[in-house]
């Protein structure tokens, strides 16, 4: 993005990994999503940066978004807890179901970092500044999610290391 930012370019180039990282992460995706477009429209005016800085930028966003939902749903759970609620089927999910079990199989912050990383496409950096953790173990939290999705895929990434045969 060489011209100043409009929130339509942003969108277009971001919503996708946006998207893909808060669906990993909760299931009310699209009203993140939503939510975090907003912040970006409100505050897109004052930001001042390059193509990597609006990326962490609109990705910090977005993490602050999940946290306001995690609360909100928390909040909800538990004034919910004694009404049941009614189920809804909801539409097939296009990502690979093997992929989206094993990733839940991960503990939330293992889950955050690998959709952050390769999801958004951040730098370990970029998901350290984030989430704020320590680069350290945004790089642990990383080794040990991919492990564990390699042992749930059954590809054999959990016991072989880069310099081992496969």
Known sequence: MSAAPTVDRVFRQL????????RSQ??????VLSEVFVRVARALPR???DDAGLRRWVFTIAHNCLVDD??????RRRLQQRTPIATSVDAPDPFDPRLAAALGDLTPEQREVVTLRFIADLSIEDVAEVTGRPVGAVKSLQHR??????????????SAGPDSPA
């Not at 909760?26 to 009203?31: I, L, R, S, V, W």
């Open 70 to 75: 995690q609360r909100r749903r928390t909040r």
């Open 145 to 158: 999610a991919l492990r564990n999705l390699g042992v749930a895929l059954g590809t054999g990434a959990a």
């Open 26 to 31: 909760t299931p009310d995706a699209d009203d």
């Open 47 to 49: 930001f001042d940066g």
């Open 15 to 22: 919503a996708p990994a946006v998207h893909g990282y808060l």
